[in-house]
């Protein structure tokens, strides 16, 4: 396999974990043997990642219109999750990683909840990288969340109107202290964003393999970070620009 640069790796990558249920079904199980597999490619994504020094990791583990699922399988993922964050904390420690969430976070179990902060405080003083779980969350939930926010600040007189500009609104989304990805990978062959990230995503580099979540594993990620570096990010100039600057 061609060698990665690491000069070029992407600063922050998100990613849709999809196909969990199609995997189980393939392999005649139940859709949670999927969820519960899909667990061991989180583990390998966050270690890739911390490894090569890649800053900040986000992942979407379950969209705000995940809810609508039947609720044994709802259950099952929470219990997942639950479990996951718990046993993944001394390596968190001992690897540097910071824990942090995105999404109506309230929405959650009780006891999730409280696993959740538990590690987001226990790691909150890690420096090298910060792995975001996207949880309950919605891209149009989000941006509605920071029109309301905004406008309290407006009725207050702490901010005005004139003052909103691209830098400002950002700071009003959950992201406001994580920079935009540069690399998007969504697994399982779906072409959709399914409301993740659409304020943040303008810019952002689309990988989408046909691999299922539960079978996507370092040299899957590998070949991802591999095609994002073929890439030419041009923001809107043209190649020449970007090739030789003024
Ligand atoms: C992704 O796998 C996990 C979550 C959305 C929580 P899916 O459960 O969506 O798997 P498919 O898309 O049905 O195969
Ligand atoms: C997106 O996957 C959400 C997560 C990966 C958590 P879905 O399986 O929910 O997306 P759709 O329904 O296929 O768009
Ligand atoms: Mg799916």
Known sequence: MEQ?????????VAVIMDGNGRWAK?????????????????????????????????????SEENWKRPKYEVKA????????????????????????????????????????????????????MTLTLALSYGGRQEIVEAAKNMLRDIEKNRLNVKQITEERLSKYLYTSDIPDP???????????????????????????????????????YLEALLDYQKRERRFGSTGEQITRPT
């Not at 990665?4 to 922050?12: S, V, W």
């Not at 597999?37 to 966050?46: H, N, W």
């Not at 299922?212 to 040299?219: A, N, Q, S, T, V």
């Open 77 to 128: 993922l929470m219990n997942l999750l639950n479990r996951y964050l718990k046993a993944e904390l001394n390596e968190m420690l001992d690897n540097g990683i910071r824990l942090a969430c995105i999404g109506q976070t309230e929405k959650l179990p009780p006891d999730v909840q409280r696993t959740l902060w538990q590690i987001i405080e226990k790691t909150a003083h890690n420096k090298e």
């Open 4 to 12: 990665l640069n690491p000069h070029k790796l992407p600063r922050h």
């Open 26 to 62: 393939k392999k005649g199980l139940d859709r949670i043997a999927g969820h519960r597999k899909g667990v061991e490619s989180v583990r390998d994504v966050v270690r890739t990642s911390r490894e090569l020094g890649i800053k900040w990791l986000t992942l979407y583990a379950f």
């Open 182 to 220: 540069d690399l998007l990978i969504r697994t399982s062959g779906e072409y959709r964003i399914s409301n993740f990230l659409l304020w943040q995503i303008a810019y952002t580099e689309i990988y989408i393999t046909p691999t299922l979540w539960p079978d996507f594993h370092k040299e899957r």
